[in-house]
């Protein structure tokens, strides 16, 4: 995320790409380990992604 930061616009997709993974991993772990981690990681990353479209 910071080298997406430090990129500027150019960084948009490097930003995109990340917070994906991060949203993604937290559904694996949501599915697997404890629902807990759905809304402790996966929807501050859902939240971020729309922010950054919503912003770009």
């Given at each position: 995320?910071?080298?997406?930061?430090?990129?500027?616009?150019a960084?948009?997709?490097v930003?995109?790409?990340?917070?994906?993974?991060v949203?993604?991993?937290?559904?694996?772990?949501?599915?697997?380990?404890?629902?807990?981690?759905?809304?402790?990681?996966?929807?501050?990353?859902?939240?971020?992604?729309?922010?950054?479209w919503?912003?770009?």
């Amino acid at each position: 995320m910071i080298w997406g930061l430090y990129l500027g616009e150019a960084g948009f997709q490097v930003k995109v790409f990340f917070l994906l993974c991060v949203a993604i991993t937290g559904l694996y772990g949501a599915v697997t380990v404890s629902r807990k981690i759905l809304y402790i990681q996966t929807v501050p990353a859902a939240v971020a992604l729309i922010g950054l479209w919503l912003g770009a």
